[in-house]
């Protein structure tokens, strides 16, 4: 029974986590739902789709090991298969496809390409269902990597920080969600909005929350995720939430936007699905938890 829950082939549903304004959360988003989602036995990779290359980093992934293997430039220009530039991380069941600066020249490379603004989603294709949930980490920009995420992308998740001007920008942004449903990817479905950085103790986060959700209502995850500073020292450690300091108000966070997220996608997945996710057993002495694999 095992074995065979091992060979079938997965849901691999695929999310940008987008928006062209910077410093939003969306690697931090990406990342630390992704190792939540891993740690409930779902198999996850992430595509690291930025030239800062800050996903592969804040996996563990430092830029001498990224330039070991190709990287997922080499993948979306057609030089390799994607499955070449794959790295396991500390958690288990949780992958990247790294990037580095090289990525930035793709933008321009790929313009005078045939089929330009499919090169990713052709590049998945081959390793999809390998994989419960594919994570894409856009750059801050609507350009033609954000266009390539977005036609790869069976949904796409907005992070939007808890601050002056969080909307601004957000009609541009679905301007562009317009446009490449008329075009490349008709299905694209939205997957939600999630507030990040709030503050509970300004009042200006509040006003954006109740602002956020007047305006979407639905679309608006529940999970609120709070202004952590345990969550911006992860990245620098190379580790995500979930091993850095479980018991921290971010790594509670993001173990709940998990669960949140696997109620909304309950209907898509397999019937015999692992559970939900619980937090990783905590080792005071070590501060770490959980066991790891590297094993591919
Ligand atoms: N909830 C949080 N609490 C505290 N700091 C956070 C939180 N989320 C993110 N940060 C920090 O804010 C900065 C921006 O976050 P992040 O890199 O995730 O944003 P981004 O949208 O991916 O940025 P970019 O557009 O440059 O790719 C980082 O230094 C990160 O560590
Ligand atoms: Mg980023």
Redesign the pocket.
Known sequence: MENSLKTMPKLGKTIALI?Q?????????TVNLAACLALADRKILVLDF?P?G?ASSALGIDRATAASRPTIYNALVGEVKLSETIHATEVDGLFVSPANSELAGAEIELVAMFARESKLKIAIAELKNQYDYILI?C??SLGLLTVNALTAADSYLV?LQCEYFALEGLSQLIHTIGLIRQSTNPALAEEGILL??YDGKTNLSNQVVDEVRKHFTHQVFTTV?????R??EC?SFGKPIVLYDVNSK?SSAYLSLANEFLTRNQALEPTVTPGLVTPPPFNPSTGMTGESSNSL
């Open positions: 928006n304004k910077g410093g939003v959360g969306k690697t931090t988003s930025d800062q800050n980490d750059p801050p992070p990040t950085m995720i709070p202004r952590n500073v969550l911006a990245s971010g």
